[in-house]
């Protein structure tokens, strides 16, 4: 089995849908016709990322059950780190001791943390 996509609630849906798309590269694509506005952006053919569109921001004690993190592979690692630049994006990268796999730590606009994992040599390359 595999996680099939992440759903996040948010108040600005323009921009998390401008930003999943200039910053990881995912593209918006079919969506079923809900009663409530959103969009679901893809990584291939799968809709990975699902936005559903709220009035307002959450509050103190719902900002609590956030989701501490989700994460992606990546297939460019000098790609992503363009766009990150070219977007202003903070980031900090973290090797995972004992394996071969290089996380980009960024956080979208709401917050929500999101590592990107690259498959890279013990070199770091």
């Known amino acids: 089995m595999r996680l099939d996509h992440v759903n996040i609630r948010t108040a600005n849906l323009e921009g998390m849908r401008r930003w999943y798309a200039s910053v990881l590269g995912l593209k918006e694509g079919w969506r079923p016709p809900f009663t409530f506005p959103g969009a679901w952006l893809y990584a291939g053919p799968d809709p990975i990322v699902h936005l559903v569109g ?19 592979q990546g297939d460019d690692l000098e790609a992503l780190r363009a766009r990150l630049e070219a977007g202003g ?9 004992g394996t071969d796999t290089l996380q980009v730590n960024i956080h979208d606009p709401d917050g929500n943390h999101i590592h990107v994992d690259f498959r890279v040599g013990q070199d770091g390359g």
């Open 89 to 97: 994006v903070a980031s900090r990268e973290a090797r995972v001791p």
């Open 54 to 72: 709220v009035d307002s921001a959450p509050n103190a004690d719902e900002a609590d059950l956030r989701l501490e993190h989700f994460a992606v």
